[in-house]
């Protein structure tokens, strides 16, 4: 099943780096499991909220620079947070950052603060 990006999936990808784009639209396209950009960017108080909530752990977050998307499984057309509808998403989405030649890195990766909705252009590579 071949699905799309919603309308308010693709307005949160404004202000989002380019080479990001362009990963999550061909995604979209190749992805087994429906999905939609929660976020994009970001601003300095949200990122704060976030943090005071313990969503996040840095006030250096790459969605402030536009390096970073969180994208959400939709199961039956609904927002998932189950861990295992991440796994064929994110599989998706490395093979799409692949295809194009885009460095990539998931917060499911990470073994400190593990992030299943978060993707980001790395800073090595990305300096903001």
């Given amino acids: 099943m071949a699905y799309v990006l919603g309308r308010g999936s693709l307005a949160k990808l404004t202000g989002v780096h380019p080479d990001m784009v362009r990963v999550i639209?061909?995604?979209?396209?190749i992805t087994p499991v429906d999905f939609q950009v929660l976020e994009g960017v970001r601003t300095m108080a949200r990122q704060k909220q976030l943090v005071a909530q313990g969503a996040s752990t840095t006030m250096r977050s790459r969605h402030l620079t536009g390096h970073a998307v969180d994208v959400i499984?939709?199961?039956?057309?609904?927002v998932s947070w189950h861990?295992?509808?991440?796994?064929?998403l994110a599989e998706a989405i490395k093979k799409a950052a692949s295809e194009l030649g885009v460095v990539i890195e998931w917060g499911g990766d990470w073994t400190s603060f593990k992030d299943g909705p978060h993707w980001q252009l790395p800073w090595a590579k990305y300096p903001a």
């Fill in 25 to 29: 639209k061909r995604a979209i396209e």
């Fill in 73 to 78: 499984p939709l199961i039956d057309g609904k």
């Fill in 83 to 88: 861990w295992p509808h991440y796994y064929p």
